[in-house]
Each structure stands twice: as structure tokens, then as C-alpha cells.
Nanobody, 122 residues
Framework: VQLQASGGGLVQAGDSLRLSCAES????????MAWFRQAPGKEREFVAG????????DYADSVKGRFTISRDNAKNTVYLQMNSLKPEDTAVYYC????????????????WGQGTQVTVSS
């Protein structure tokens, strides 16, 4: 299974970005998917998760109401729409594929993408 994340970049506070993560080599619809992020000097943290069908989602409190996770099983892709970006959202964002339970637990995810950098300037 390979996960290819894309869509990161340098934006100003208040701007929007959409991250994409394309899966190949597996059965995308059988995986719960999530986005995590890691800022310099900090531990990797959960951002958002979505169930296999897309009917259930979960968000970290810090992004709730600003970020939206979605998936297109026909395209084997998961997305993270990020609105009203803040400087504290600056991090490398990783997509992950797992067993579809306990979205926030990293150990549930067996496959990880390479990460895409998001930088938000003030």
C-alpha cells in the first residue's frame, strides 16, 4: 500500500488549502483514513479521521469547524479541506490508512504517506 500526499504550500493566515492523499496497491474502501500533523519540535498529533464509508468523521478540537475531511472511494483519495488557516497550523501533514477504529490512535494506522508541508504566515 502506498499513500501519496499532496497539496501543501505556503499561505497567509486566513487562507485555505486542500490536501489530497491518493492510495494505491490496496483496497482503499477497506481502510479508515486520517490526517496527522507534526510541527517542528513537537510530537505528531491527530487532526481528522474518517470511516471506511465516509459516514463518520472525527476532528481534533483545534481544527473543528475549520477543517473538513472527506473521501472519494471511486478515486481512492482522501482530502483535507483547511479553511481559516492559522500560523499554529504550520506542520508537516501526513495521511494514514488503518483499520477504521479509534481514529485518534496512531498505532491503528499501518500505512503512512510521506507528508506534505503546510506553512501559514501571519
Amino acid at each position: 500500500v502506498q499513500l501519496q500526499a499532496s497539496g501543501g504550500g505556503l499561505v497567509q493566515a486566513g487562507d485555505s488549502l486542500r490536501l489530497s492523499c491518493a492510495e494505491s496497491g490496496g483496497t482503499f474502501s477497506s481502510y479508515g483514513m486520517a490526517w496527522f500533523r507534526q510541527a517542528p519540535g513537537k510530537e505528531r498529533e491527530f487532526v481528522a479521521g474518517i470511516s471506511r464509508s465516509g459516514s463518520d468523521t472525527d476532528y481534533a478540537d483545534s481544527v473543528k469547524g475549520r477543517f473538513t475531511i472527506s473521501r472519494d472511494n471511486a478515486k481512492n483519495t482522501v482530502y483535507l479541506q483547511m479553511n481559516s488557516l492559522k500560523p499554529e497550523d504550520t506542520a508537516v501533514y501526513y495521511c494514514a490508512a488503518g483499520d477504521g477504529t479509534a481514529y485518534r490512535e496512531m498505532y491503528r494506522y499501518g500505512y503512512w504517506g510521506q507528508g506534505t508541508q503546510v506553512t501559514v504566515s501571519s
